[in-house]
């Protein structure tokens, strides 16, 4: 656990009390506990139920798996137009299906990919692009509050050691609490293989802080 002294001020209060104020920074490592990437299918062509029955059996297939979860799923299907002479032509639709796919298990997303990429090429249509982003291990929303919650408590329990530790009379008159984060970047694959390699990504450590602000009043 990292502890960080940033800011300290003392404030007149009366003439026999005053307020201490500073700021201390809280860490903690925590290992991420689900991998997560975004796949995107897209397709154009003249026909809208051509187009519509291609991405539904690519949602069928991604909805059937048990293995992983599925988020933030996005569908739409957009006209294409060329201009020459300030005339309009039609040119095809663009259907784009995607989601953020999400589980725990390196092996599932691996079976995953590698079944979704089979889907695609069984469809055997030129013009269907598959875009699978980079692979990586992130911190879940229930482990991110787990550590934060017990950043908090214990913040809580240093600064209250330490107003009983001080040479003088001081109470807890308040304290702030803002939280920092680590993220991981991702990385957008265009070209994908008929197949990939069985790839788990190394888990690294993820840093995790708050940095609250005390005021003591002290007599």
Not at 126 to 136: A, G, P, R, T
Request: proline share 3%.
């Amino acid at each position: 656990m990292l502890k960080k002294l940033t800011l300290c001020t003392i404030l007149p209060f009366s003439l026999y009390s005053y307020e201490l104020n500073f700021s201390k920074k809280f860490s903690q490592t925590i290992n991420p506990d689900i991998l997560t990437t975004r796949v995107i299918a897209t397709i154009e062509n003249k026909d809208e139920d051509f187009i519509t029955n291609k991405l539904e059996y690519i949602n069928d297939y991604i909805k059937e798996k048990e293995e992983i979860k599925y988020q933030d799923g996005n569908f739409n299907l957009t006209p294409l137009y060329s201009y020459n002479n300030n005339k309009r032509n039609f040119i095809a639709y663009k259907g784009n299906l995607s989601y953020n796919i999400i589980t725990k298990d390196a092996n599932n997303m691996n079976q995953f990919i590698n079944e979704l990429i089979e889907v695609k090429n069984k469809l055997n249509t030129n013009n269907l692009k598959l875009n699978i982003s980079s692979v990586n291990w992130k911190v879940s929303d229930n482990l991110n509050s787990t550590a934060l919650d017990s950043l908090r408590l214990n913040a809580i329990n240093w600064i209250s050691l330490y107003s009983k530790n001080l040479h003088k009379s001081c109470i807890i008159k308040k304290i702030s609490i803002g939280t920092n984060h680590n993220y991981y970047p991702r990385i957008i694959t265009n070209n994908i293989s008929r197949t990939i390699p069985k790839i788990t990504p190394t888990k690294s450590v993820q840093t995790i802080s708050i940095n609250p602000n005390f005021t003591l009043e002290c007599r």
